[in-house]
């Protein structure tokens, strides 16, 4: 069983900035992709950033230059430094990791940019 536990997400005005973070822990051997996703009210669930194991990292082309992902592998968390917020980042952030094939989920975070 493997278990993704988020914090970090709020209320912000614009502008301002947020850092997400996302611990794995449970049944583990090795994590290859994590990432952050997110789901605004109405919309399909969609790609902010990811990062493989060995350090590879895409974004989504909102998010660039704005938005950087991390993550720490001898603590299997990956971090999403959130700067410049935007109102129309308002969305639930969920984070994601790929564990010898299989993809898991966490229960996501609320993250609300106000104009």
């Known amino acids: 069983q493997v278990q993704l536990m988020e914090s970090g997400g709020g209320l912000v005005q614009a502008g301002g900035s947020l850092r997400l973070s996302c611990a794995a822990s449970?049944?583990?051997?090795?994590?290859?992709?994590m990432g952050w996703y997110r789901q605004a009210p109405g919309k399909q669930r969609e790609l902010v950033a990811t990062i493989t194991r060995g350090g590879s990292i895409n974004y989504a082309d909102s998010v660039k230059g704005r938005f950087t992902i991390s993550r720490d592998n001898a603590k299997n968390t990956v971090y999403l430094q959130m700067n410049r917020l935007k109102p129309e980042d308002t969305a639930v952030y969920y984070c994601?990791?790929?564990?010898?094939?299989?993809?898991?989920w966490g229960q996501g975070t609320q993250v609300t940019v106000s104009s």
């Open positions: 994601n990791a790929v564990i010898l094939g299989p993809s898991h």
């Open positions: 449970g049944s583990i051997f090795r994590i290859d992709a």
